[in-house]
């Protein structure tokens, strides 16, 4: 792929539901969690397109092919009083990593959160994971005080 072919980044459609499991499924083989990778277009269509959706997603695209997608929600910042965006999964395919399609992407919400008046932009990295030098070169900031936590759904029927 020419690195100098335009780049197009457009909101995801319905139709797109398909095309955003597999590119979740080549993430979650990226991170070695493929396990864990359970959304189905069916699911994904039902809460990113339905009446109350819960996320947005971004597709990066060059010479028609899908080069990459960002996928992302609004939170809120009690101490901000603002909302924010989180970014839960940012991922281009590997043929076309070193074209500028994460940086792409990246400022792409950057503009959305400042269109939104968002108070800040969050995200979660695996400790392994080689973007974390791309993040701090954008001045991105490690959150060390902080520690992730997370209830599964099984843990959330057993808790009822």
Known sequence: MKPSAPLHIRPARPEDAELIAQLIKE?????????????????????????????????????????????????FSTFVGKPGLYLEDIYVRERFRGQGIGKALMMELVRIARQRDCGRIEWAVLHWNPARNFYEKLGAVPMSDWVVYRLTEEKIEKLL
């Open 27 to 75: 993430l979650a083989v990226y991170e070695k969690l493929e396990n864990e990778a359970v959304a189905t277009p069916e699911i994904l269509k039902k809460n990113l397109f339905g009446e109350r959706y819960a996320a947005e997603v971004l597709l990066a695209e060059r010479e028609g092919e899908t080069a990459g997608f960002a996928l992302f929600f609004h939170n």
